[in-house]
């Protein structure tokens, strides 16, 4: 049974100024940040997740998809020959596929609560190892990918997944095309990219609606 939503306790992670400097600790929410549980719904999600981005476009050409073969090769009888109905059966030389895959969709989706929890798992590993960095802003003197690669270097972090909200559109723009660094939109965050990155940073306003977003949810799976 998972622990009640009572004992989890609050999270302290660095906290950055906007000058990048390091100010003291932030609490965060335990109930998101502070997860333990079954960690096997970490490869159930990153399973699902990766299922849902495969493109199934395999296919292979049945007979009726290959031109030719409209006319009957011979007649029905008389010929001392197996009855054919058409150059292109499976059976022919040239001829079709049979049972050949097709295209298909991979995607499946598995429950939300789970997903939550795995959700709530992945971030609780980066803040309990000291890889989810706080800051109080994500403001730039100028919104140039430069600024940006400087503001990260700053902070510590050399591969880290940025969840920026809607008033981080600069930043967004700024760091978007960094190689060793992915920029997501608050909406956007996944079990996938927090696992796939060394590094979290995020905004204090960031942390809250992320708490605000999993912890009531997280807490009502905690009790069930």
Same mark, same amino acid.
């Given at each position: 049974?998972? @622990? %009640?939503?009572? &004992?989890?306790?609050?999270?302290?992670? =660095?906290?950055? /100024?906007?000058?990048?400097?390091?100010?003291?600790?932030?609490?965060?929410?335990?109930?998101?940040?502070?997860?333990?549980?079954?960690? /096997? #719904? $970490?490869?159930?999600?990153?399973?699902?997740?990766?299922?849902?981005?495969?493109?199934?476009?395999?296919?292979? @050409?049945? @007979?009726? *998809?290959?031109?030719?073969?409209?006319?009957? =090769?011979?007649?029905?009888?008389?010929?001392?020959?197996?009855?054919?109905?058409?150059?292109?059966?499976? #059976?022919?030389?040239?001829?079709?596929?049979? *049972?050949?895959?097709?295209?298909?969709?991979?995607?499946?989706?598995?429950?939300?609560?789970?997903?939550?929890?795995? #959700?709530?798992?992945? +971030?609780?590993?980066?803040?309990?190892?000291?890889?989810?960095?706080?800051?109080? /802003? +994500? &403001?730039?003197?100028?919104? @140039?990918?430069? !600024? !940006?690669?400087?503001?990260?270097?700053?902070?510590?972090? /050399?591969?880290?997944?940025?969840?920026?909200?809607?008033?981080? !559109?600069?930043? *967004?723009? %700024?760091?978007?095309?960094? !190689?060793?660094?992915?920029? +997501?939109?608050?909406?956007?965050?996944?079990?996938?990219?927090? $696992?796939?990155?060394? &590094?979290?940073?995020?905004?204090?306003?960031?942390?809250?609606?992320?708490?605000?977003?999993?912890?009531?949810?997280?807490?009502?799976?905690? &009790?069930?």
């Amino acid at each position: 049974m998972p @622990k %009640a939503s009572a &004992e989890y306790t609050p999270v302290k992670v =660095p906290l950055f /100024s906007a000058a990048r400097e390091r100010t003291g600790d932030f609490e965060v929410a335990g109930a998101v940040f502070g997860r333990e549980g079954d960690t /096997s #719904l $970490l490869h159930e999600a990153v399973r699902m997740q990766l299922a849902n981005r495969r493109r199934g476009n395999a296919a292979t @050409k049945t @007979k009726g *998809f290959i031109s030719g073969g409209g006319k009957k =090769p011979w007649r029905q009888k008389g010929t001392g020959r197996a009855r054919a109905g058409s150059t292109r059966s499976p #059976l022919w030389r040239h001829g079709g596929t049979i *049972f050949g895959p097709q295209p298909r969709d991979y995607s499946y989706k598995m429950p939300k609560k789970a997903w939550r929890q795995a #959700l709530c798992l992945a +971030l609780s590993d980066r803040a309990k190892n000291g890889k989810l960095v706080v800051v109080e /802003s +994500l &403001e730039l003197a100028e919104p @140039k990918t430069k !600024a !940006a690669a400087a503001f990260l270097a700053s902070l510590g972090v /050399s591969h880290a997944l940025i969840v920026v909200g809607e008033e981080d !559109a600069n930043f *967004f723009r %700024a760091a978007r095309n960094l !190689a060793r660094h992915k920029v +997501l939109a608050l909406a956007g965050l996944n079990v996938y990219d927090v $696992l796939n990155y060394d &590094e979290i940073v995020m905004t204090k306003a960031g942390a809250k609606a992320i708490e605000a977003r999993l912890g009531e949810k997280s807490k009502a799976g905690a &009790e069930a």
